[in-house]
Nanobody, 126 residues
Framework: QFELVESGGGFVRPGGSLRLSCSTSGFAFEEYSIGWFRQAPGKEREGVSC????????VYADDVKGRFTISRDKAKKAVYLQMNSLKPEDTADYYC???????????????????WGKGTRVTVSS
């Protein structure tokens, strides 16, 4: 069964850090590009960061560059999002999903495919 499960969300003060995890099962993890997306209250879902199966193809949204770092662990079949210098505007539900590898590698775009996790909430507030 194709599954992605997010964890690591929570409440943090501005300037703080969180590390999100996306644990996967039921598919050949090493063959898939995976991304993080977020949806803030009242806003559309947006791509945050994606990483290819090659671990080299990586993109970030402009507003998280330099603050967030995506990584993946083949042995654990997991993708991580280290989030530093968090801001109130980072408050959102964060989701991991499989992404289109061609769009990622050829165009540097983070476009979700068919499989999503249920999300984890991040709240940044003073």
């Amino acid at each position: 069964q194709f599954e992605l499960v997010e964890s690591g969300g929570g409440f943090v003060r501005p300037g703080g850090s969180l590390r999100l995890s996306c644990s996967t099962s039921g598919f050949a993890f090493e063959e898939y590009s995976i991304g993080w997306f977020r949806q803030a209250p009242g806003k559309e879902r947006e791509g945050v960061s994606c990483i290819g199966s090659d671990e080299i193809s990586i993109v970030y949204a402009d507003d998280v560059k330099g603050r967030f770092t995506i990584s993946r662990d083949k042995a654990k079949k997991a993708v991580y999002l280290q989030m530093n210098s968090l801001k109130p505007e980072d408050t959102a539900d964060y989701y991991c999903a499989t992404v289109n590898p061609i769009h990622l590698i050829a165009y540097g775009r983070c476009d979700a495919r068919d499989h999503w996790g249920k999300g984890t909430r991040v709240t940044v507030s003073s």
